[in-house]
Nanobody, 124 residues
């Protein structure tokens, strides 16, 4: 049974940083990829970033490009999302999901197995 568990969310001041973790069990990170998504109240879910297990290819939404970095540790079955320079547009529940395809761009941002999410709040 595949389980996805996110952690690392919290409250941070504008300009601050957080690192989210995504622990996956029952799924080999060598299979396809992992994606991070977010959903703010009243907004549609947004595909933030993904990483392919095949070649390490990554994708970032324009809204986070240059500020967020996705990575994975296959031995630990964990993916990470380093978020720097957080701003008032970033607060949301951040979800991690396995991808049924390799990460190759926005079209591959389709989650298969999902975690319950972790809250990120940016406030003074």
């Amino acid at each position: 049974q595949i389980q996805v568990v996110e952690s690392g969310g919290g409250l941070v001041q504008p300009g601050g940083s957080l690192r989210l973790s995504c622990k996956v069990t029952g799924f080999t990170l060598h299979d396809y990829g992992i994606g991070w998504f977010r959903q703010a109240p009243g907004k549609e879910r947004e595909g933030v970033s993904c990483i392919s297990s095949l070649d390490g290819r990554t994708y970032y939404a324009d809204s986070v490009k240059g500020r967020f970095t996705i990575s994975r540790d296959n031995a630990k079955m964990t993916a990470y999302l380093q978020m720097n320079n957080l701003n008032p547009e970033d607060p949301a529940v951040y979800y991690c999901a396995t991808l049924p395809v390799y990460c190759s761009g926005p079209g591959s941002m389709m989650g298969d197995y999902w975690g319950l999410g972790t809250q990120v709040t940016v406030s003074t």
